[in-house]
């Protein structure tokens, strides 16, 4: 199985030892010990120039872990050091197997960065390793929802679209599904990736509103929105307009006292429906659906709902 995070993990330790300066293996250790010694004896009084200099010998030399560790003395009395050395920090503990520190160190960068491709960059490390290496699913999903549909330049950040939206859907959390989609329709994808990522999604918040007698009306705008901009054919754009009209009309039919008016104010759900219809390749399955909308299904026939405009659904179904 593909794993982004052992990707960069592998693209970190190459990175870090082409970057190295160029010192014998006894030079390089005994100058790490020594810096690695002062720091941790007093912390305080340590600056982020030796943090960083502790950074590039420890590459160099190849001791993440102990360079973690006096990292971690270091960033315990100086919470205001600068994001970069922070995530240089969550790169040498993903280095040295320690996830969380590295988790948390990425965290603390993303809230004290602005909104570009290199912080895009660092909220995918963090998923990655917060997923991947922790099965943190949860902290994950906090952080994706809260600030990752803003961060999303960098294609390591993008390559969790996909899992953002199966949490979102597993959670039942549609405001964040509808969300994401918003977030991921906007880059145009290409119509293999909305076919394998985007309409499933979308296909099944439309098909919820079949029975949704009324209760979603709240995001038919989004949905409506949504199907505008994707890829589904012809007669699916047709029946979700369709379904858009009737769920507006049962969200308002219980204020509506008046039978005539009601009756009215159906027409703006006849019109979809004879659209639908007269244009669908599959007349039956599209009577089906029709009639699903209006009553319930064969085993949930709604016969309130049925008798909310009947004499026109009779029409419709004799004509």
Known sequence: MFRPTAVIVLCVSVLLVATAPVLSGAEQSGELDQLMESIQSDPRAATEAQARQMIELGRSAGRPYAVSLALEAFLSNHYDCAPSLLVDAGDVALLAGRYVQSADRYKAALER?????ETSRVAGKL???LIEMLRN???AYAVFKRKGLALRQDGLARRYDAWFLAQAHKRKDVPALLAGLKAMLSDKPSLGAQDLVILPYLEDLIQSLRRSYGRHGEIVGALDNLVGRAAFDGD???YAAFLFAAERF???ADDIDDRKDRDARFESVLQPAKDYFSNSDDRVAALKNICITWMGDDDQVDDRRWERSRG???RFLIA
């Open 127 to 129: 998923y990655g390793v």
């Open 137 to 139: 699913h949860n902290d």
């Open 250 to 252: 049962y969200a308002r």
């Open 113 to 117: 960065m602005q909104p570009g491709k």
């Open 236 to 238: 699916f754009k047709r």
């Open 312 to 314: 026109p659904k009779l």
